[in-house]
């Protein structure tokens, strides 16, 4: 038995209406957002020590969302930010990175200025609600102040992204509701719809050091090779799958690429249809 990704890179467009010609010009500068690790236990070894008593509240969550689960830390996160960062000049990127990646800091940069946007965090996906669906971020500062850790999809909306790609390495990130004609709505939809030209986000959930590799091993496609997301991807799959023949897809195929263009030649076959990292899974897994 072969894989379609053997032979084909394959990429996704949610709605007709956002199929272009051609691609937007890119920008000069290979700028990257880089946003991972958050604090989301009150214990974590990065809060200052004088900050480790205990009485501290969570933030409240906003009117109509669900309580937010317990998140844990998953050691993985920062490797793999850390190699993707290590591709890009140092001046190119911003870092919100363990105690600096929050949710007020993140909503608070222009997110229209970065050509990449690489989100490595916990995802919570409410499928009933779309809007409420989120990146987990901060749950405490590094002093240990409780705080609000969801950037939800109605934070999304209100972005302005000219990313020529969007990663979010967190649970089930390209899941939502099935609406007629658009397709699956929530986070991975919206960073389309607000101006991304491709975006790379998961169906379900994986363990975590086989996702770092595949998003390392994405960005260096992307950047040594030339690639376009769909076969920067495509490229890091089969190298998963070279190291393992006999793997589950489960575990080397959760991410998928969705994009608003089709104008590019790609180097290989290449197969376009239009139309994790999460709270509740078990040890070792996103």
């Known amino acids: 038995m072969r894989y379609v990704v053997e032979q084909y890179d394959v990429a996704l467009t949610p709605a007709r209406w956002m199929l272009r010609e051609t ?19 009150r214990d974590d070894e990065r809060i200052a020590p004088a900050a480790s008593g205990t009485g501290a509240r969570l933030a409240p969550s906003a009117v109509g969302s669900p309580p937010e689960p317990a998140l844990r830390r998953l050691p993985w996160m920062a490797r793999e930010t850390s190699d993707i960062v290590a591709e890009f000049m140092a001046s190119e990127v911003v870092r919100l990175v363990g105690p600096d990646a929050t949710c007020a800091r993140l909503l608070a940069l222009d997110w229209s200025q970065f050509r990449f946007i690489h989100v490595a965090t916990r995802g919570l ?7 409420l669906s989120a990146l987990m971020l901060g749950r405490y500062d590094a002093h240990g102040a409780p705080l609000d850790a969801a950037v939800r999809v109605a934070d999304l909306s209100l972005r302005s992204i000219a990313a020529e790609l969007a990663v979010f390495s967190a649970c089930e990130t390209a899941l939502g509701k099935d609406v007629t004609s658009e397709g699956l709505v929530a986070i991975g939809y919206t960073a389309l719809a607000r101006g991304a030209q491709s975006i ?11 996702s770092a590799r595949l998003m390392t091993d994405l960005y ?13 991807l495509g490229a890091a799959m089969r190298a998963e799958l070279a190291r393992a023949p006999q793997a589950d897809p489960a575990l080397w195929a959760p991410f998928q690429v969705s994009v608003v263009t089709t104008g590019r030649a790609p180097s290989r076959g290449h197969a376009t ?13 996103l």
């Open 220 to 232: 260096r496609h992307l950047l040594r090779d030339s690639n376009d997301a769909p076969a920067a």
């Open 125 to 131: 996906l409410d499928a009933a609600s779309p809007p």
């Open 200 to 210: 790379v986000a998961s169906l379900w959930r994986v363990p975590d050091g086989t």
């Open 273 to 285: 249809s239009a139309g994790a990292r999460c709270p509740a899974a078990p040890a070792g897994t």
């Open 23 to 41: 691609p937007r010009a890119a920008t000069d500068r290979r700028r990257l957002l880089a946003v991972a690790d958050p604090i989301y236990e």
